[in-house]
């Protein structure tokens, strides 16, 4: 994963995923707030708050250096962590972690037929998308995380799924 800047809609191999860079102000759902604290220490892309905060000692110091509360960050990055799966919009993101879906290996141990219904309440409350994707895109997104390596990690034995 790479901390260098990059630019909008740049591809970036993200441990066997192709991920778009995006610039943080083009990224449906996240907090205006949270986009300028971040750009205060120089980030300003998805890749680049994944890198640095994929750890959490990094997002320590980042949470220190910005003031920003520490479920809010790793709210935004379980939205980048999501958005390495194939398939996955930012939107599509957003809409996996509000129906309680954190990170790539959280996905992937999920089961399509049961995520459906989650998904479907989440979107019921935060009308996020028209049109729900289906059993089989859900599942393709599944299988596709099972393939991927974990992105954000946890001290002692917290478990990601």
């Not at 441990?15 to 860079?21: M, P």
């Not at 205060?40 to 250096?65: K, M, V």
């Not at 129906?99 to 996020?128: H, K, W, Y």
């Amino acid at each position: 994963m790479t901390t260098e800047p990059v630019n909008e809609g740049q591809a970036i191999t993200t441990g066997g995923a192709v991920s778009f860079g995006a610039k943080l102000r083009s990224i449906p759902g996240l907090d205006p707030d949270l986009v300028t604290a971040l750009g205060s220490i120089g980030i300003a892309d998805n890749t680049t708050l994944l890198a640095r905060g994929a750890q959490p000692a990094g997002r320590d110091e980042i949470c220190a250096a910005t003031g920003l509360n520490a479920t809010r960050l790793l709210t935004a990055l379980y939205m980048m962590d999501l958005e390495r799966v194939d398939g996955v919009s930012w939107t599509n993101a957003r809409l996996l972690v509000a129906a309680g879906v954190t990170t790539v290996p959280d996905l992937a141990f999920r089961n399509a037929a049961d995520l459906l219904p989650q998904i479907q309440r989440a979107n019921e409350e935060l009308s996020l998308v028209k049109r729900l994707p289906s059993t089989k895109a859900i599942q393709g997104w599944i299988d596709h995380a099972r393939g991927l390596p974990q992105a954000i990690f946890f001290e002692g034995n917290a478990e990601v799924y």
